[in-house]
């Protein structure tokens, strides 16, 4: 999918508040239903890293949007931080309900593979989003290729301290998968392309608020001639960004990553971020309900060369890896950050 069908899905969903998440992580937190087949309803249960997470809440939007779409009952569950041993218990209880599909966002990519691995022998579909579990699903929805992602942060940061000097990156948990494949290739792409910029550090705020904010400050205090920072991770930007716009740190340090335009709008506005990037979330989560919905009727396997239609977002391909690719990132700043809402 192109950059202009993201911004203009993204527009779609302008009416949209950003809804906070109030459920337990003994509950469910959102569910949708829909009056699919008497015969053969479909069930999935979605499993963010964790809940109470705005990046999370949107993708769940797409997933209660596709339900009434695909006749499914979607059905949010998750823990409260982003932990893997905080999943497994989920993803035991809804293989314990037998339902047809567990759409989650891995914590790590390969800890919660004994549970996954059950559920797929119990005959339940297991479809990753966001953040993959290579060897332990049927399909993975990749938001947009890791190349591609670490090439466009790696690009803005150069732009913004003028292709040399001191950088850190603030990624979430140390064994995301997701964060780690971007760092490795945003290390590679730096090194072969850009030899006046100097990473300093890979810090972790463990995709927490508080922690961020304050692995943000420790860096620097740390490295007084820090340039710049990449934070590929939404909780991790925005609280970057709050420590930032309140600090002398202000327009010394660039700051660019991952984000939402509703988190980060007041500080673009304000200067303490220049640009950041990212894709839909919301169409994320209604791509992966398509797909998932595909799988289970049996219009794809996920072998390389499948097709499918997802709705409003119109027809995919399964590439390598049984991935399907949402589309590329998108960029965010000042000329255009007033057109979103999520």
Do not use: H
Request: glycine share 8%; hydrophobic share 40%; charged share 15%.
């Amino acid at each position: 999918m192109k950059i202009t069908k993201v911004a203009a899905a993204a527009s779609m969903v302008l009416v949209l508040a950003m809804a906070g998440c109030s459920s337990s992580p003994t509950s469910p937190s959102t569910t949708s239903t829909s009056s699919g087949a008497a015969n053969a309803p479909l069930t999935i249960t979605v499993l963010p890293k964790n809940l109470g997470n705005p990046y999370f809440d949107t993708s769940m939007k797409g997933f209660t949007a596709a339900a009434p779409e695909i006749g499914a009952t979607v059905t949010q569950v998750g823990p409260t931080s982003a932990s893997a041993n905080g999943q497994v218990t989920y993803i035991q209880t809804a293989t314990q309900q037998k339902v047809s599909a567990i759409d989650i966002s891995s914590n790590d990519p390969t800890a919660m593979c004994n549970a996954l691995n059950a559920a797929m022998a119990a005959g339940i579909k297991v479809v990753t989003f966001d953040s993959d579990a290579p060897t332990c699903r049927d399909l993975f929805i990749n938001q947009a290729s890791a190349d591609g992602i670490a090439k466009v942060l790696v690009q803005m940061i150069s732009d913004e301290i003028g292709g040399s000097g001191e950088i850190a990156i603030l990624s979430a948990a140390a064994n995301a998968t997701n964060q780690n494949t971007w760092i490795d290739l945003m290390k590679t792409d730096l090194a072969a392309s850009y030899p006046n910029i100097t990473l300093d550090e890979v810090a972790y705020g463990n995709d927490d608020d508080q922690m961020s904010f304050d692995q943000t400050s420790a860096l620097l205090q740390k490295y007084p001639n820090l340039k710049g920072i990449i934070a590929p991770t939404t909780v991790g930007i925005a609280a970057a960004a709050r420590y930032l716009s309140t600090s002398s740190a202000k327009g010394q340090v660039q700051l660019t990553g991952l984000g939402t335009p509703n988190d980060m709008r007041s500080y673009v506005q304000d200067g303490t971020c220049k640009e950041f990037a990212l894709w839909n979330p919301q169409d994320l989560g209604y791509l992966a309900a398509y797909a998932t919905q595909a799988l289970v009727n049996g219009t794809i396997t996920g072998a390389q060369g499948d097709t499918f239609t997802a709705g409003s977002l119109g027809s995919f391909t399964v590439g390598a890896d049984k991935t399907v690719l949402l589309g590329d990132p998108y960029k965010f700043d000042a000329s255009n950050i007033a057109n979103f809402n999520f």
